[in-house]
């Protein structure tokens, strides 16, 4: 079993930056894939950014450019820089991870919030 721990959401202004961590804890488990998923009031939950094991990385179209996911020096851990950011990416963040035995684990989410 594989628990998610978020952190680094807050209130930014339009134009700003943050980054929001996601640690990785629990035992017998290997990740093959993090991302990071947000979901906005009235909204579908959405991906924003995703990087496989094999260091492969995809983004939303909307996010091309501005963010960045990166993995932790030993793969249990998940970043998301943010840059340049604007109101409509303000949003309820969540980690997401899957196991090896392509089991899928969820954080509690982190809201961030763009706003002047």
């Known amino acids: 079993q594989v628990q998610l721990v978020e952190s680094g959401g807050g209130l930014v202004e339009p134009g700003g930056s943050l980054t929001l961590s996601c640690a990785a804890s629990?035992?017998?488990?290997?990740?093959?894939?993090m991302g990071w998923y947000r979901q906005a009031p009235g909204k579908q939950r959405e991906l924003v950014a995703v990087v496989t094991s094999g260091g492969t990385t995809n983004y939303a179209d909307s996010v091309k450019g501005r963010f960045t996911i990166s993995r932790g020096n030993v793969r249990n851990a998940a970043y998301l820089q943010m840059n340049s950011l604007k109101p409509e990416d303000t949003a309820v963040y969540y980690c997401?991870?899957?196991?090896?035995?392509?089991?899928?684990?969820w954080g509690q989410g982190t809201q961030v919030t763009v706003s002047s």
């Open positions: 997401n991870a899957m196991s090896s035995s392509k089991v899928e684990s």
């Open positions: 629990g035992s017998g488990f290997s990740i093959i894939a």
